[in-house]
């Protein structure tokens, strides 16, 4: 069983963010123990730190809405770029008891009678956390109000204007460093330790420093640098000092998937923090019924994003405007084949196939891609093991995949760095080396217009590669100024016309194509292996058909439009909800939002 031990509790044992869940603070702080009587040992503010975690949970289904994944589904950035959006509709985001919790734990952590450094240590928490909070308001609204205190409801400070983007973003990084120097590298399994807020400074660092310099409305790109140069140095200080590796046991077919179905992630040496779930203890939701077309569906985009295993771009293979689906994960890097549900992939157990190894037959759907996820999928009978599966919500990848990009946009990477970062994950997928004299790709050239480095567009590509659908895109894309890319509408596998396809490598047929007025026939046509042909009528968008193909009869399968237009720069950011702006009239909205 796994199990974690918090704080200055001897012996007792909790699940952190299971026990210490999202009501504590609303029972604890104030009202029912008051601060008189709190805040006055370890095992106090252990207890109070613990109420504060808040991290993600399910995080390998979250690129949907991007040019990674479309989805049937409602999205923020699908309802702004489909809509006339504004501050009536856009109501998310805007909720600031988290910071209160944290304000009030800080104002009054001080009168503990502890030791200075344990006592710096849960302020350095808090004060992480604190960081983590005012970076995601940063990231929607880019100028807020910054509070280091508790608001009484009679605070004339709960009227005061938005603080300057970059006031707010000091304060940021001076509650990183303090956490940094502070927090502890030795902590209960599933705690915050130093290597966590230093994966996120890094992280945060190196968002800061790109959006700074790719967007050009902040007039903040003098800026950009210095915390490029944060990102880097956090990020290569964590390679030097940290105990982490690339997690790589020379299986370059499974070592990548086994990151996202482990029923324990807390050995793994690539993991610094991993959300721990043990089934009727502290459970995910089942992500069985995720799997197929329940509302998202990667794109075809994505798919030719990877490279050819001997690491030459797909985009120089002939005729992948018309290439089917078998031949797409021929030769291919890896990953490919442990993120999409590939020809030939047994199949054991879904919430809506009968247990027993089959040879997966791709389910075709009109509004879905045809393309099936499996990374992070549980191909297993047992509910406990789907239950059970850990999230790695940070990697040692992600470390090394920003030290590469910091140090590409600040021209000091070398050969040596590339070894040291982006080739020792392109080791674990068993694909070549990148090298400084790369090549560039016109279409990953044409994706990113601002960038004229060859290499430094092929760590975009790792990035996208090794994080697909791992909730990382849409950051990513913002930062870069690349919003425009998710204009374009997903489409998925080709056909080039009516009959019967093999989709599992085997040469035999398992599916057929009909017209849309076209009678599927019974009984069903047997294949060569006496297994039933599956039977689609296809047609144009809007049409009774089974499938949606770009041609009616023939092309890229394709759903519903969903994409809309992108308004550069005022997507970038989201509107102040108009409740809030009623309250406090001083608010100031920006880029374009009313």
């Known amino acids: 069983m796994k199990r974690v031990l918090m704080g200055g509790f001897a012996g007792s044992l909790v699940i952190l963010m299971s026990a210490c869940n999202d009501d504590f603070l609303d029972r604890l702080p104030e009202t029912e123990i008051g601060v008189d009587n709190f805040f006055n040992t370890e095992e106090d503010l252990s207890i109070y730190v613990n109420g504060l975690y808040n991290f993600p949970g399910l995080g390998i289904y979250y690129d949907d809405a991007t040019d990674n994944a479309g989805t049937t589904g409602n999205r923020e950035i699908k309802t702004i770029m489909t809509t006339d959006a ?11 008891g988290a910071l209160r919790s944290i304000n009030l734990f800080l104002e009054n952590a001080e009168k503990a009678d502890i030791g200075a450094d344990v006592k710096n240590h849960y302020i350095g928490v808090a004060r992480f956390f604190r960081a983590q909070f005012y970076m995601e308001k940063v990231k929607r ?6 509070y280091d205190q508790v608001l009484e409801t009679d605070s004339e400070d709960l009227f005061k204007t938005s603080d300057p983007r970059e006031t707010v973003v000091d304060h940021i990084f001076e509650d990183y460093q303090f ?10 399994t599933g705690a915050v330790d130093k290597w966590t807020v230093m994966a996120y400074y890094s992280r945060n660092a190196l968002y800061e420093g790109t959006f700074r310099k790719y967007h050009s409305e902040l007039g903040l790109e003098g800026t950009a640098n210095d915390f490029l140069e944060l990102a880097a140095k956090v990020s290569q200080d964590i390679a030097d000092q940290g105990p982490f590796s690339i997690y790589n046991t020379g299986n370059p077919a499974q070592d990548y998937m086994t990151l996202f179905g482990s029923q324990d992630l807390t050995a793994n040496p ?3 923090f991993t959300n721990i779930y043990e089934a009727d203890v502290k459970n995910t939701d089942d992500p069985q019924y995720l799997f197929g077309s329940y509302e998202m569906s990667m794109s075809r985009d994505l798919l030719e994003t990877y490279l050819m295993d001997d690491g030459t771009y797909f985009s120089q293979q002939m005729g992948i405007e018309t290439m089917e689906f078998v031949e797409e994960f021929q030769d291919r890097d890896p990953r490919l084949s442990q993120t999409f549900a590939y020809p030939g992939w047994e199949l054991y157990y879904t919430a809506t196939y009968s247990p027993g190894t089959t040879n997966y037959v791709q389910e075709l759907k009109k509004n879905f891609t045809g393309y099936h996820q499996i990374k992070g999928f549980a191909n297993d009978p047992s509910i406990d093991v789907r239950r059970g599966i850990d999230i790695p919500v940070l990697r040692y990848a992600e470390v090394l995949l920003n030290l590469a990009e910091a140090r590409a946009e600040l021209g000091t990477l070398n050969q040596g760095v590339l070894d040291a970062t982006v080739n020792q994950i392109r080791s674990r997928a068993g694909m070549p080396p990148l090298n400084m004299a790369v090549s560039s790709d016109p279409v990953q050239a044409q994706r990113y217009p601002q960038v004229t480095d060859p ?13 697909a659908m791992e909730g990382r895109r849409l950051d990513d894309l913002n930062r870069w100024n690349a919003g425009k890319l998710m204009e374009k509408e997903p489409v998925g596998m080709y056909f080039p016309g009516l009959g019967k396809y093999d989709l599992t490598g085997d040469g035999v047929a398992d599916i057929q194509l009909l017209g849309i007025e076209d009678a599927i026939p019974e009984p069903k046509e047997l294949n060569e292996n006496g297994v039933a042909l599956i039977y689609y009528r296809t047609g144009s968008v809007g049409s009774n058909a089974d499938v949606y193909l770009t041609e009616g009869t023939s092309g890229n399968v394709v759903g519903t439009p969903e994409r809309g237009k992108f308004q550069e720069p005022k997507h970038y950011y989201r509107p102040i909800p108009a409740p809030e702006m009623a309250l406090n009239p001083n608010l100031e909205q920006v880029f374009g939002w009313e």
């Open 179 to 188: 956490a940094m120097e502070h927090v502890r590298e030795s902590v209960p």
């Open 455 to 467: 290499v430094l567009l092929e760590i975009r590509r790792e990035r996208r590669v090794e994080f």
């Open 270 to 272: 690539e993991v610094i």
């Open 86 to 96: 504004n501050s009536q509709t856009i109501t998310s985001g805007w909720h600031w």
């Open 141 to 146: 609204y880019s100028n807020v109000p910054w």
